[in-house]
């Protein structure tokens, strides 16, 4: 059974910093892309960031491009989002995606598993 278990979401100051982490029971987790996601309260689910299956490649979305950065660690099954300079608009629960697939278009449009997410909030 697959599970994606994310962690590191809390609460935190406009202008910190969070690092979320998602360990992967995937069986081969390097054939994966992965991806991460956020809901916030009475919003639609919005695609954040994507990372290529070797991790040479990545994507974001422009409301995070030069304040998060994703990462993965093939070696550990995990996949991380490093989140800089937070405002009181990233507050959502965040969750992490698998896709299997070469491209990372597959993940930020038709992940094949979910987490169930983390909570951040950032306060004003």
Known sequence: QVQLVESGGGLVQAGGSLRLSCAASLRIF???????FRQAPGKEREFVA?????????????SVKGRFAISRDNAKNT????????KP???????????ASPLIVKV?????????????????
């Open 30 to 36: 390097s054939s994966y892309v992965m991806g991460w």
């Open 50 to 62: 994507a990372i290529s299956r070797g991790g040479t490649s990545t994507d974001y979305a422009d």
């Open 79 to 86: 996949v991380y989002l490093q989140m800089n300079s937070l």
């Open 89 to 99: 608009e990233d507050t959502a629960v965040y969750s992490c995606a698998a896709a």
């Open 108 to 124: 930020s449009t038709s992940p094949d598993y979910w987490g169930q997410g983390t909570q951040v909030t950032v306060s004003s």
